[in-house]
């Protein structure tokens, strides 16, 4: 424990409190995330995943949120045909995720975007069972 005091005192500089360094990078992750909302509902995905990219620091956002930035993400990685990625920051997320419905439907999209028409609709599926007011990517 104290170790890991030492670190964050001496990541932080001279003088700066474990706890500040903690609360500073809450606000920059949350910071980033509202960007990354702002420009991925722009239409600028490419903007967006780095963004979220910043968002995205261990321990920085809350667990929803955190599965918001990852899964948006993954939609923006769809964006630029980066399939494996997306697919794969999906199901790192996926197991316990208060939000499902939006996994799903990031899934839907996805394989609407591979022209997998049928898997996709059984996602989209999926993701209303579990939330009737989830809206498409």
Do not use: H
């Not at 722009?42 to 321990?59: H, I, T």
């Not at 494996?84 to 394989?111: C, Q, T, W």
Request: include cysteine; glycine fraction near 8%.
């Amino acid at each position: 424990m104290l170790l890991a005091l030492v670190v964050l005192a001496a990541a932080a500089g001279c003088g700066a409190a474990p706890g500040e360094e903690y609360a500073d990078l809450r606000r920059n992750c949350k910071a980033a995330l509202d960007e990354a909302e702002t420009v991925f509902a722009q239409g600028n995905f490419e903007a967006a995943c780095q963004k979220y990219d910043e968002a995205l620091q261990p321990g920085g956002l809350n667990p929803d949120l955190y599965v918001l930035a990852v899964t948006k993400r993954a939609v923006c990685w769809g964006y630029q045909g980066k399939f494996d990625e997306a697919f794969a920051a999906l199901d790192e997320v996926a197991p316990g995720a208060a939000n499902l419905d939006m996994i799903y439907a990031a899934r839907s999209f996805l394989l609407r975007k591979q022209g997998k028409i049928a898997e996709a609709k059984a996602a989209w599926g999926q993701a209303k069972r579990i939330n009737r007011s989830v809206e498409q990517f």
